[in-house]
């Protein structure tokens, strides 16, 4: 059975609550959040705003990516609540969710490429999972979430 509108919505919401990144640099962690930055030596947060825009000089391409997978997954979070509102198209839900995750794969390479850096993808795997589980049964029957054609 196909999951309704508002358990869609509520995954993924929850999505954007989950480390998309886990970075270990020797004995610190970092984690990639979609609205930021957690540290842990010392404990801060670094907002994706702050990141972007105060801290904009000269970031790598793979880092970058970041911001493209957030926008994407913003794009995937309003379909998902337009289909507990009204009606929710979910190929934009899943292009847009898959758009996200294959964008983290981008810094998790990129990140792994560098001397002492291990990177873990961990959004990758669960929003592809997500896709799978709740919105590949609705790209492949050819409907819309409400059930209609």
Known sequence: MVADSRRRLAVVALLGLLPWTVLVIGSELTLVFPAGLVNTNPLQFVSIWD????FTADLPAFIRAWRTGVLLYLVALASALSGAVWREDPRITAL???GAALSQV????GFNRRLGYVAVPVGTVVI???VWWYYWP???AGETADGEP
């Not at 990141?51 to 105060?54: E, H, L, M, Y």
């Open 128 to 130: 592809l999972a997500v």
């Open 138 to 140: 609705l790209v492949t």
């Open 51 to 54: 990141f972007f825009v105060r």
């Open 106 to 109: 981008g810094v998790f390479l």
């Open 96 to 98: 847009s969710l898959v």
